[in-house]
């Protein structure tokens, strides 16, 4: 078995960070893979020397081919025994969207969760749609990580969210229901982690900040605005291992966003042990155990109509689409049950949990995909 594996994963951020796993995942195994990447900004992060390595193989006797790309670079082609989409999505609606068009010139369609095969063979896939978690390197969390010396919050319970600054991911909720439940008598603090493609970090902070002082000038706890609980905002740029380093700082990940096809932050927070803190909708709802709140907590909630403001494609997430919102309520108790019971939960179990999306488990899930 031979398999080409093309994907964006040049560019940063969750796409590629699973396009990598995959392909390291199928490597790992044994499976004879060559990777390829398809271009989409000027952007070029770090690779793993094991990806740059497998770039050089042939493509020569390829049996299987894997497109891990936006739908308009999708190419159908009967040259391989498979050709295959890896495709993810957080709209709740493709049928308006020419992808289902480039969806369909595929022998098969793999995505990540449950939630997102339903919306495509709701939006007009006709080929198989087939299940595919994300893959992980557990080893990272073996690892002795540091702790950051974040503006002396040491011994502070320590909320945090790490993901974009835009209307999908919801930070306006988490901003509210962390400073409507704790007050300076709670040993709290929140931690931001924000990125924005094209927005320097001080473009950022300054996004983030006019949001954050609005909402509590709204919400009128206190009259003075530096009377709420500290919050703790990150806009620089931060490697992977310094993100690993972020969850060992922190205690509860809060990811209460409109939808998520996998959440990588949220796993990785599970397998620390940070008890994430998320939607009860798309990739949370297949790695959180609902019946463990040792692995996290799923919120849930209701749909509403979409408004994004800033969305990446014109004809993704419109008015006619709806969105998950989840409870603030819910959220609020959720945090509240965290700090309180900080001292007992079961740190392990999230990485017990993890260990089912480990490189052995997904690469032969992939193996069984192509073989059926």
């Not at 008890?275 to 297949?286: A, F, L, M, R, Y």
């Amino acid at each position: 078995m031979k398999i080409l594996y093309i994907g964006h994963y040049r560019e940063g951020g969750g796409w590629s960070n699973a396009a990598i796993d995959y392909i390291l995942a199928l490597d790992e195994a044994g499976v004879d893979v060559v990777c390829k990447d398809v271009k989409l900004t000027n952007h070029q992060a770090e690779l793993p020397k094991r990806i740059l390595e497998l770039e050089q193989k042939t493509i020569d006797d390829v049996d299987y081919c894997i497109q891990h790309v936006l739908p308009h670079h999708l190419v159908g082609t009967q040259k391989f025994k498979k050709n295959v989409a890896y495709f993810v999505s957080e709209s709740n609606d493709l049928s308006n969207s020419n992808w289902i068009t480039n969806l369909n010139l595929m022998d098969e369609v793999w995505t990540a969760n449950s939630s997102n095969k339903e919306v495509l063979e709701g939006s007009g896939i006709e080929k198989p749609v087939k299940v595919l978690p994300h893959a992980s390197d557990l080893s990272k969390y073996s690892k002795n990580y540091r702790t950051l010396d974040i503006n002396d919050i040491q011994h502070k319970f320590k909320f945090y969210f790490i993901g974009d600054m835009n209307d999908r991911k919801n930070i306006q909720s988490v901003v509210k229901c962390f400073h409507s439940e704790f007050d300076t008598n709670d040993q709290v603090a929140l931690v931001i982690k924000i990125n924005k493609f094209g927005a320097n970090p001080e473009q950022l902070k300054e996004q983030f900040m006019n949001m954050s002082n609005g909402i509590k000038q709204v919400m009128r706890k206190s009259k003075n605005i530096n009377d709420y609980c500290q919050e703790v905002l990150i806009t620089v740029p931060m490697s992977q291992e310094q993100i690993q380093e972020l969850h060992k700082t922190c205690d509860c990940l809060i990811n209460i966003s409109h939808g998520e096809a996998w959440s990588i932050p949220s796993f990785e927070a599970m397998a620390h042990g940070n008890t994430p803190i998320c939607g009860n909708e798309g990739g949370p709802k297949e790695f959180i155990d609902a019946n463990n709140s040792d692995t996290g907590m799923l919120i849930d909630g209701d749909y509403g109509v979409c408004m994004h403001t800033d969305p990446a494609f014109p004809d993704l997430f419109t008015g006619k689409e709806e969105w998950f919102i989840p409870s603030e309520s819910k959220t609020k108790k959720a945090m509240r049950y965290y700090y309180e019971t900080k001292g007992v939960i079961d740190r392990k179990a999230g990485l017990k949990q993890a260990e089912k999306f480990s490189y052995e488990n997904i690469s032969n899930k992939i193996k069984e995909y192509l073989s059926e």
